[in-house]
């Protein structure tokens, strides 16, 4: 059940999100895109090759041979986005300027999910001819034409026109991306509910480009025409129906003397809602026929309510648009990866094979078991095929290795291929390396977060800018409920300064460190727990009353907190002593050791140990490699672990190699599933083909993403030397080998940096205490 939201938090919550939106879109420099070189041209000589004189090498080959350009240009992956922004998601028509910000953006889904380069196009059209003629002009320059936010029904007749003219893929997304999403959902919940197509009555609300589009569709798939009723504002489409008619809405008038929703409504297996808020009301689903499945996609109020369809119709399978209810429709789930097939088959069109081919792959993916990989990014309750999971999640890692594939095979298949996929697997290989090395690592986290988000995570540096900051987006994503340590005039002062809308009492908890009602508590649970280790009961007065990350610990250990994050001020072994006395290490971890991963344009990787101990022993590294693993795993990554040296792979023995190398061989004793070696130059763990020639007999399996280093000197230096050099995101560090989740941040930490670790301490709590569960019911059991 979800939680109500009253007028003014909605309201308050909306003005936050566009606030924070155009501060994300002005700083720190306007956009979203940038243009970057992907050759060398550090001398005269690159430039030579890349302009005047060279360049006339593979422009004349071009010329002789326009496939070539395949070969030579970035051609063959640019899509253009093209839109005249006559029908802007939810604003309507507030034309080609105003919805750059909207193509910008798409250009960043198409580039993160799928690699696919994207040029933006805004173009002053307002008429059908103006829009073809300046759209085909532009075949030379790109693989692919996404048209976007174009109204009905003149986006009908520019896609018609424009793959009648160009020889690339031409694709309207709005139309045929959320049909093939809708035709994948529909396709599983007839088939949960017994039901085949052909037979299915199904009534639509809406009758614009994606409507139709989803129709369209679900013909080729088996439905029939006479079980279409389309209605739209003005009523039931029916034949003799002038007001608001088109040829393509025409297709679907039936002859009857029926006018209104309510009245085909009964009987009907699936209600399909591309319209407005509302639309549907409760009494209208109990004329439904059983198991109903409701695709209700007006964003961001659907046409009905998914806890009330619930509470109407208990057996009714529920999709909507939005990403707090399960089966969201959305996009994302295919654009990318459909064009990433079209552009490597070298498709000239996307044709009706290639999106049926696109709605079994996914229909598929969702009934499939999950994988082990995904397992592991879902995290907590691992997705099953039913009423609640009809379409995968757009988080899901495979998506991509389903549907690339299936749109090139499908383009062979059909005919439309110039460029074929020869070898399949090696082609998945390659999908699957792009995978995890797209940047996309967070999503699954904060998917996984989003799933508990009843855990509280207590923040030391409450009274800091960054941690309001963060409280709040933690707030509005649902991720966790914030407990902030802070005086209350402070924090009260500091929230209004930054305008920002969150409250104590109201939206967070607040411990007060100069008058809380625990305090005593706090001091004898200080003095119990460390008494014997040097913390006298004066001692511990004081900290609890001065010192926030005491009294972030002990409410971890009191069980009044799931997580702790500190840090943001003050150095990080101070903070690592008390969490190391207070919080304490978990079962059979020697030490704590700390985790960092940068997220930059080639991908992610790990740095270990980058902030814990100065000069770890090879027992130390193994174990410190092992607690990384874990870690990693927990974001759905396959863990591949290389031991860092100046010697690489025996050509010195100093000290420090021969550590490294005892390390390796304790590894292999310990973890022997871990792909691991060493001792190796970094060069070595991040280039396969190097390593190849300088060892061939490398148990590494490609390119290593955990890099352990042989001190916190060459740790921390290169985490941050790497991080400065490329403008990676750092995420971390993270705490590993604490028996609950604790984690310290560093002063040069942005309230980004402290959502990120939030959603990771919730994911980690609540593994915990799945973990804690099962124990103690296999240890119930084993006594029984």
Known sequence: MQQETT???????????????????????PGKLEIQATKPLGNQRDLALAYSPGVAAPCLAIADDPGKAADYTARSNLVAVVSNGSAVLGLGNIGPLASKPVMEGKAVLFKKFAGIDVFDIEIDAITVDTMVSVTAALEPTFGGINLEDIKAPECFEVEAQLREKMNIPVFHDDQHGTAIIV???????????????????????????AALACLNL???????????????????????RETLMDRWKSVYAQKTDKRKLTDVIPGADVFLGLSAAGVLKPECLKEMADQPLIMALANPVPEIMPDVAREARPDAMICTGRSDFPNQVNNVLCFPYIFRGALDAGATTINEEMKVAVVQAIAQLAREEPSDVAARAYSGETPVFGPDYLIPSPFDPRLILRIAPAVAKAAHD????????????????????????????????????????????????????????????????????????????????????????????RDFELINPENDPRYRDYV?????????????????????????TVIAAIALLRGEADAMICGLE?????????????????KGAQDLSALSMLISQRGVTFFTDTYVTVDPSAEELAEMTVLAAREIARFGIEPKA???????????????????????????KMAPDLCVDGEMHADSALDARLRERVYPNSVLDGEANLLVFPNLDSANISLNAV???????????????????????????????????TAIAVVEAAQKETSEVSGAQTSALAAR
């Open 642 to 668: 290389a031991l860092l040296s100046h010697s690489n792979f025996g050509s010195r023995d100093s000290q420090s190699a021969m550590k490294m190398r005892e390390a390796t061989a304790l590894l292999h």
């Open 524 to 548: 004898d649970h200080l003095v119990q727990t460390v008494g014997r280790r040097g913390v006298t009961p004066d001692a511990a007065r004081t900290l609890v009353r001065t010192n926030s």
């Open 723 to 757: 991080k400065s050099m490329t403008d990676a995101l750092h995420v971390g560090p993270i705490l590993l080998g604490t028996a609950k989740p604790a984690h310290i941040l560093t002063p040069s930490v942005t309230s980004r940096g402290v959502v990120n670790m």
């Open 7 to 29: 007028p003014d938090q909605a309201g308050e919550a909306k003005a936050s999100l566009e606030e924070a939106a155009l501060f994300y879109h002005q700083y720190p420099r």
């Open 218 to 240: 679900l013909v080729s798939l088996g439905a029939k025409r006479e079980n279409i009723w389309v209605c739209d504002i003005e009523g039931l489409v029916y034949e003799g």
């Open 183 to 209: 035709a994948a959902a529909i396709m599983n919940g007839l088939e949960l509910a017994g039901k085949p197509i052909e037979t299915a009555k199904i009534v639509t609300s809406g009758a614009g480009a």
């Open 414 to 505: 059909s005919g439309v291929a110039l460029r074929p996929i020869e070898d399949m697997d090696a082609y998945i290989d390659r999908l699957n390396r792009f995978v995890f090395l797209s940047g996309l690592v967070m999503k699954p986290i904060f998917a996984a977060a989003q799933t508990a988000a009843d855990k509280r995570v207590v923040y030391a540096d409450g009274e800091d800018e960054r941690v309001l900051r963060a409280a709040q987006v933690v707030l509005e994503d649902r991720i966790a409920k914030p407990i902030l340590i802070g005086r209350p005039d402070v924090v009260e002062t500091r929230l209004k300064r930054f305008g920002l809308k969150i409250r104590p009492g």
């Open 570 to 586: 003050g150095r990080y072994d101070r903070h690592l002593r008390h969490v190391r006395l207070i919080v304490g290490m978990e």
